[in-house]
């Protein structure tokens, strides 16, 4: 196979937290790989693929087809946050519709007008791969705590709605033959990108900063929420391994999770005593505040357990990483990357 015949995979928001570490794991491979960002993205190191980066405003539908063009597999992470910061904003902010939910129409319109037969991902003929990230928040505040993906869809939030109506443009697109349309719903993503140029602006690490700066760790309740969290290595391995097996799992969305969810209380003492070990220094405290008025959502107390076994059957995905491991390694990072002022 020469290097034009190899497949062409785009990814959409390659310098973001996630898009960063998924374009790392995709230079791995023998692929013809195109990294697109608003902000250029920095290239991997010492990569497989042949890597071509990219800057682009998204948001304009001839660039975003110039930046898909003659593409196999497009991995969509562009999601506009509250100035960069937050999806809580979403509710305020004009912009995150038409990025969140526009962007991925104008996707599915440019790949259905650009469409060719030949070589895609994973070597099989017909329309494009189009991964596309959703939130296992999709499913709102359900009867369950653990939830599988056959619940329905009740979104609470202004972002999760987005998420779900460019989610079903997705599904619809792939109904028509348009794309080969996946969605992997995320839980809490944590961890650190050493290629990013967006910070991991999650609880995870914004309690792992707090601690290396020896502030306080605050909750919004008794900490007995349980959150499943998942490392952002073994997330982008769920992305590569749905590029493997995009014909089987196109036209529906699927749930990643490690299965085993953690009372935030344990998580974040756990958190402190990383730092604590990191740093030498006692643990800083675990306390709960009231929240800022207006911050708090009917999801930030809903505990949420996620059953990912119906992809791990058809992928052989599962996660890698221990909790305590993925949390040394975050920290260890981010001290590296700032100094602490303790």
Known sequence: ??????????????SGFIGSAVTRELAKRPVRLRAVARRPPRPPSAPVADVESRSADLTVKDRLAEAVRDADAVVHLVAALSGGKSWRGADDDPESERVNV????????????????GSRAGGTAGPPAVLFAGTTAQAGTT????IDGTEPDLPETAYD???????????????????????????????????STAADRGVVSAMARRALEGRP?????????????LYVDDVVRAFAAAL?????????HWLLGTGAARRLGDVFALIAEVVSAHTGLPPVPVTVVEPPAGA???????SVEVDSSAFRRVTGWRPEVP????????????????????
């Open 161 to 195: 709605r987005q998420k779900l109506r460019a989610e079903e443009v997705v599904k619809k697109a792939t109904a028509e033959g348009a794309v080969r349309g996946i969605s992997l719903r995320l839980p809490t993503v944590f961890g650190h990108g050493a290629d």
């Open 296 to 302: 708090a959502r009917s999801t930030d107390f809903h």
């Open 217 to 229: 760790l605050t909750m919004w309740n008794d900490g007995s929420v349980l959150r499943d969290l």
């Open 323 to 342: 909790l305590r491991e993925a949390l040394t390694r975050t920290v260890a990072a981010l001290a590296s990357s700032s100094v602490p002022t303790r």
């Open 143 to 146: 009867e369950r705590i653990r």
């Open 244 to 252: 493997d097996n995009a014909e089987p799992l196109a036209g529906r």
């Open 102 to 117: 526009g962007l991925v129409r104008d996707l599915v319109d440019v790949l259905a007008d650009g469409s060719r037969a």
């Open 1 to 14: 196979m020469t290097a034009d015949d190899r497949p062409l995979v785009v990814v959409l928001g390659a």
